[in-house]
């Protein structure tokens, strides 16, 4: 018995201290609302996190209402990540009738928000900027910090490897846009004005006035009039959403249609993580504007 303990002794001395790695402790139960953001978060968490998200993958995030198994994720969370800017509509009341709240992170703050054209609202869709991805990281590495500390090496590095690669993504993109012949086209709805800001294109037209509303005819010949005068021939819909409109003012201006995608999803290869997701995005790009 005293050779056992005198060995187990020797070992607490001689052992060096975990690795942030290798290091144990607790595992933090976090949920997102949208399918990106819990790609982010374990980007940064690994193993040290278990994400859910909210919004299914091929749901409108502008439309989605909470189900009460939605709730029964929120109630078991110890963080909330949310986009913030108005685009969690349901978040507000939903969190107050949690019975147990969680630590409410809005990746938005701090961040200067767009407002939509002619509405009084702010355009939520910083996740398409990667250059604004990589403060929402930051945000993303503090909390996970905050709530485990004893990893805080873990988080950092990660972090620090997943903005190198959105650092790369950002070059990419712009070499990229610096050869597109044409920089204006029309979106389904009002995603895409944080990446074109960023990189110098152009949105002519949306064709969803509003959430969940149909473009009224009107609208549509005002979208049709926009990529005539501009020669603009591209349309971009969204898997989200029914193409119907687009396809009306593809056939009356000669456009073509092509799929960008703001969400991402688990299940379908090439789009299932950010940086995927976005090089798809280019790659649909490149195909329309060069």
């Known amino acids: 018995m005293i050779k056992i303990l005198f060995t187990i002794l020797i070992a607490l001395f001689i052992l060096p201290p975990s690795c942030p790695e290798a290091s144990g402790g607790m595992i933090t139960k976090v949920v997102v609302s949208i399918y990106p953001l819990k790609e982010?978060?374990?980007?940064?968490?690994?193993?040290?996190?278990?994400?859910?998200?909210?919004?299914?993958?091929?749901?409108?995030?502008?439309?989605f209402e909470p189900?009460?198994?939605?709730?029964?994720?929120?109630?078991?969370?110890?963080?909330?990540f949310l986009i913030g800017g108005g685009f969690e509509f349901w978040a507000e009341k939903v969190i107050s009738t949690l019975n147990k709240r969680p630590r409410v992170v809005i990746l938005s703050e701090g961040i200067p928000l767009l407002k939509e054209e002619?509405?009084?609202?702010?355009?939520?869709?910083i996740w398409l900027d990667p250059v604004m991805v990589m403060t929402m990281v930051d945000k993303i590495r503090d909390t996970l910090i905050n709530t485990d500390p004893l990893n805080k090496?873990?988080?950092?590095?990660?972090?620090?490897?997943f903005k190198g690669e959105i650092k790369s993504l950002d070059s990419r993109i712009k070499e990229s846009v610096r050869r597109f012949r044409r920089k204006e086209?029309?979106?389904f709805h009002s995603?895409?004005?944080?990446?074109?800001?960023?990189?110098?294109?152009?949105?002519?037209?949306?064709?969803?006035e509003s959430p969940g509303k149909e473009a009224s005819p009107a609208h549509i010949a005002r979208i049709i009039d926009a990529l005539k005068k501009t020669g603009s021939r591209v349309v971009m819909v969204e898997p989200q959403?029914?193409?119907?409109?687009?396809?009306?003012?593809?056939?009356?201006?000669?456009?073509?249609?092509?799929?960008?995608?703001?969400?991402?999803?688990?299940?379908?290869?090439g789009r299932d993580s950010y940086i995927g997701l976005m090089n798809y995005n280019l790659s649909i790009l490149e195909k329309a504007l060069r």
């Open 67 to 80: 189900k009460p198994s939605d709730i029964k994720k929120l109630n078991q969370a110890e963080v909330l």
């Open 118 to 125: 002619g509405e009084e609202h702010f355009d939520p869709h």
């Open 40 to 63: 982010m978060v374990e980007q940064v968490g690994g193993e040290k996190v278990r994400v859910d998200f909210i919004v299914p993958a091929g749901a409108s995030p502008h439309t």
């Open 185 to 187: 086209f029309v979106t």
């Open 191 to 208: 995603a895409w004005n944080y990446f074109s800001k960023r990189y110098g294109l152009r949105v002519i037209g949306v064709i969803e």
């Open 153 to 161: 090496a873990y988080y950092m590095q990660r972090a620090e490897r």
């Open 241 to 269: 959403f029914s193409p119907k409109a687009a396809e009306v003012i593809a056939k009356e201006t000669g456009a073509r249609v092509f799929v960008l995608d703001p969400l991402g999803n688990p299940h379908t290869k």
